[in-house]
């Protein structure tokens, strides 16, 4: 059976530049986590934003892609993702073309088995060249007291012998200021279809919003392993865990609160743990663990199609945890307590 969305109420957003009415999504406001005076700060060029505290970055968005490098297809080049993302010691948690799957890039939004206008098409993966996701326009960039960050806009098209915009998709991301532990910010989206024809997004294992994590975290690295609190022997350099106490595999297709994703940087652990917000449409959503490579995704497709139709749009909300180390789950559930009371 078929799942319309609900229907959001609009408001309006107005850029600083150019002052052009921008009529498109509601966003809640985020507290921030903990005490700490903003000094957050974001930089945007021709080609990326980035959102700084002082001199060091904590994350960057890519407006254009950067060039694939030599052996990539230059299919694999896209624009519209978040990379690199930082800890606090300014370790990176993702990854940018990894030569094991290059579509995966960084923080990026993408469905897989879908239809529109009676043709299948998949913004996932590249290589097939039947759709992807595109960088748009820059709506605005902000800061106060609480919040740092920017909105952009993405369209999600179908590829072939001529380009067809089949979705808008608009993102808030917005950093919020910590006790200098750890990095915090908020990924909202909202994604409207642009034409009568809507969007049916498939019941598919995998596709949503996902995290791409570093390649010297892939499990067919050698080593004895260790036990996490999942209670799943995983790699000794990475491994996953979430918030129903799962490890990898028992964690796939699981429908948990948060799931921490985790490995050795320059001999340290870091980790990025995901939490999905109780107001995201299907929440709390399914959770696609790849069982040997770092990268999960939120997608609420495993449990049957929906559609994104004009007037119905999806919507969902993420936080995002960056440590430099495995963080404890009390610390975590105190997280996930002051991420619902903020919603």
Excluded at 21 to 33: K, N, Q, R, S
Excluded at 163 to 168: D, G, N, P, Q
Excluded at 188 to 214: D, F, M
């Amino acid at each position: 059976m078929i799942q319309s969305l609900l229907l959001i109420p609009d408001s309006q957003l107005k850029r600083n530049i150019g002052m052009m009415l921008v009529v498109f999504g509601v966003w809640g406001m985020t507290a921030p986590p903990s005490v700490h005076a903003n000094e957050l700060r974001v930089h945007e060029t021709d080609h990326k934003i980035e959102v700084l505290d002082g001199a060091q970055v904590i994350l960057a968005y890519n407006k254009v892609s950067p060039k694939a490098p030599k052996g990539i297809d230059s299919v694999f080049e896209r624009s519209g993702f978040l990379h690199p993302v930082f800890t606090p010691k300014g370790r990176c948690v993702t990854e940018s073309f990894p030569a094991d799957h290059p579509h995966q890039q960084g923080i990026f939004s993408a469905w897989v088995k879908t239809a529109h206008d009676g043709n299948q098409v998949d913004f996932w993966n590249l290589a097939k060249r039947s759709g992807r996701v595109v960088h748009a326009d820059v709506i605005e960039t902000f800061s106060d007291a609480k919040r740092t960050g920017f909105v952009v806009d993405l369209v999600h098209q179908k590829e072939g012998k001529t380009s067809v915009a089949i979705l808008k998709e608009r993102w808030r991301i917005s950093v919020t200021p910590t006790d200098g532990s750890f990095r915090c910010f908020d990924l909202e989206t909202k994604q409207s279809a642009l034409n009568e024809s809507p969007l049916i997004v498939r019941k598919y294992h995998y596709g949503g919003v996902a995290i791409r994590g570093p390649s010297v975290w892939l499990t067919e690295r050698t080593g004895d392993g260790r036990t996490t609190d999942g209670g799943e022997q995983q790699p000794p350099n990475s491994g996953f865990r979430n918030s129903l106490g799962s490890g990898r595999i028992k964690g796939n297709h699981e429908h948990p609160d948060w799931v921490t994703m985790w490995g050795e940087v320059g001999g340290q652990d870091v980790a990025i743990t995901v939490m999905c917000s109780t107001r995201s449409f299907r929440s709390p959503q399914a959770t696609r663990l790849h069982p040997k490579k770092p990268y999960f995704c939120f997608c609420p497709c495993v449990d049957g199609q929906f559609v994104i139709e004009k007037g119905r749009p999806y919507t969902a909300h993420y936080r995002f945890l960056m440590t430099d180390n495995i963080p404890q789950r009390e610390w975590l559930e105190k997280r996930w307590k002051e991420f619902v009371n903020s919603n």
